[in-house]
């Protein structure tokens, strides 16, 4: 569930946990959808017998895919800006992937806010770090420092 706060009250928020998304499937038709997408037919991505051969032991979501799904998931514990207009994807300052995500897994974002900046015409300049976790595993997918342009009304 999404809070929302004030631009004022950003900052009490600044080096902490804001949310945690719902847990998310990451399956094989999903997969092969992303692949078509982007072209992108690796075998270890694609190819169950051929990934089975890896020290994965199956397919694998591309990198890409689960930073894709960065909108949908760190949506789900992102503070909110009361009056907010508009939020837009500014870019990542850092994103590492840190382990694979195998077919069948599920996954989840885990949301700290750790800067906010004003700038000009009533915006913002939001950054989370997104922790994308994997369910039953003890290193993250990935870990993304992600920024937000959000505009206000005003």
Not at 48 to 74: D, M, R, V
């Amino acid at each position: 569930m999404t809070d929302t706060v004030t631009k004022e009250q950003l900052s009490d928020y600044i080096g902490k946990e804001t949310g945690l998304s719902d847990w998310f499937l990451i399956d094989q038709e999903r997969i092969n959808k992303f692949a078509e997408v982007t072209e992108d037919y690796q075998f270890i991505h694609v190819d169950k017998e051929a990934a089975a051969k890896t020290p994965f032991g199956t397919t694998i979501a591309h990198g890409f895919l689960t930073l894709s799904l960065l909108s949908h998931l760190a949506g789900e514990g992102m503070l909110q800006v009361e009056g907010a207009v508009m939020g837009i994807n500014y870019g990542c300052d850092k994103v590492r992937f840190l382990a694979p995500v195998k077919v069948d897994s599920e996954i989840r974002a885990r949301v700290k806010l750790t800067e906010v900046t004003e700038k000009p015409g009533n915006r913002l300049l939001v950054k989370n770090e997104i922790t994308i976790e994997i369910k039953d595993e003890k290193h993250p997918a990935l870990i993304a420092e992600w920024l937000t342009m959000v505009v206000v009304g005003g």
